[in-house]
């Protein structure tokens, strides 16, 4: 058994609520070195065996088609994940 | 009571006597989806029916119309909002078939999306663009003006270009985005149908409140005219002049507007 990774953030135009949230919210437990927050998605998907190609190529499918929707979102990462 | 109601058919309140629609328009089916996390559905087929028509429920997992005139997609939060709001119902089975049928080549399938409906229908790809988060982080509850763009759509006949109405606005994820050659078009086209009036509720880009596609047969809006079609149920205010408390029902024109189109046709 493998997994592969799939990372989606908004695009960087879209407002993030939930990243301002938690940037926030860092000053209070004392960290304020940090001067913005974005929060994404990340999905693993698992398979049998070994990751392929084209189990590679299937879960950029999945991202593009389901996972992410790009009108608001960027998939910024598929890649195998070693268990 | 002798005869056993079926579910759809028992009101929840109101009294449906008190309307006195054309009889012609109770031939029109209007099917309204439910899927796992809909809340808006028996409010959506109360509307149908006060406006006239027969409203007909639609399962999310099942692949078939029931040979519908117009299906109703309606608010809520279908499957939890998982993913992204609307993401998971635009893949049911159902909706494949409202897809195909909407886009027929000819007599396509009137649909109407609501809040969550909208957002799904975005999500199939009927409509362009997509919601996010109200750009102010809060949910919103509220009457809201609205001012109807267009009533060359199969949901806003009844209504004049330029008329305004107030109905409840509720939602998180509110905030209508699309690229800038999208909003340009729509503009452009004409298919901006609904636009905030006196404030922008949730940062919305050109104040949209709703569009339709090309062929105006497909409309999606955030607000809710199911919520504003009955005297006493409705907001305190409405486009049409003075109302009474909770006196309200601009929102009844939407539906009576898809009835006398599909009798008309």
Redesign the interface.
């Given at each position: 058994m493998a997994r592969i990774v799939v990372d989606v953030m908004?695009k960087p135009e879209?407002?993030d609520?939930?990243g301002?949230?938690i940037a926030n919210e860092l000053p209070r437990i004392g960290l304020s070195n940090f001067t913005d927050v974005r929060q994404g998605k990340r999905f693993e998907l698992t398979v049998e065996g070994e990751v392929t190609e084209e189990l590679l190529a299937q879960a950029r499918q999945a991202a593009e088609e389901?996972?992410s929707?790009p009108?608001?979102e960027d998939v910024v990462n598929v890649a195998a994940l070693e268990d | 009571m002798a005869e056993s109601l079926a579910a759809s058919e028992v009101p929840l309140v109101g009294d449906f006597s008190q309307s006195t629609p054309n009889p012609a328009l109770a031939d029109v089916r209007v099917g309204v989806i439910t899927f796992p996390g809909t809340l808006d559905d028996r409010d959506a087929s109360r509307a149908v029916r006060l406006a006239g028509g027969t409203p007909l429920p639609l399962w999310h997992d099942e692949a078939d119309l029931h040979k519908v005139d117009a299906v109703i997609v309606p608010g809520g939060f279908s499957y939890g909002d998982y993913?992204?709001a609307g993401?998971i119902a635009a893949?049911a089975p159902v909706m494949s078939k409202v897809v195909e049928a909407a886009s027929a080549a000819d007599n396509p399938l009137p649909v109407l999306g609501i809040c969550n409906g909208f957002q799904i229908l975005?999500?199939t790809h009927l409509l362009?663009?997509?919601m996010?988060?109200?750009?102010h982080?809060k949910f919103i509850c509220r009457d809201q003006t609205l001012r109807v763009e267009t009533n060359q759509t199969s949901w806003t006949g009844d209504f004049a270009a330029g008329q305004e109405i107030v109905v409840p606005l509720k939602n998180q994820d509110g905030?209508y985005?699309?690229?800038p050659k999208t909003l340009e078009a729509l503009e452009a086209e004409g298919r901006v149908v609904f636009r905030y009036v006196d404030v922008n509720p949730n940062?919305s880009r050109n104040d949209i409140a709703g569009i339709c596609n090309e062929r105006g047969n497909v409309v999606g809006l955030m607000p809710h005219p199911e919520h504003a079609v009955e005297p006493g149920f409705g907001p305190s205010s409405s486009g049409f002049g003075t109302v009474g408390l909770r006196g309200g029902a601009d929102g009844l024109g939407v539906f009576t507007s898809l009835l006398n189109q599909l009798v008309k046709a």
């Open positions: 908004l879209i407002l609520p939930q301002k949230a389901l996972l929707n009108v608001i | 993913l992204r993401a893949k975005t999500e362009p663009g997509s996010i988060k109200n750009d982080r905030q985005v699309a690229d940062g």
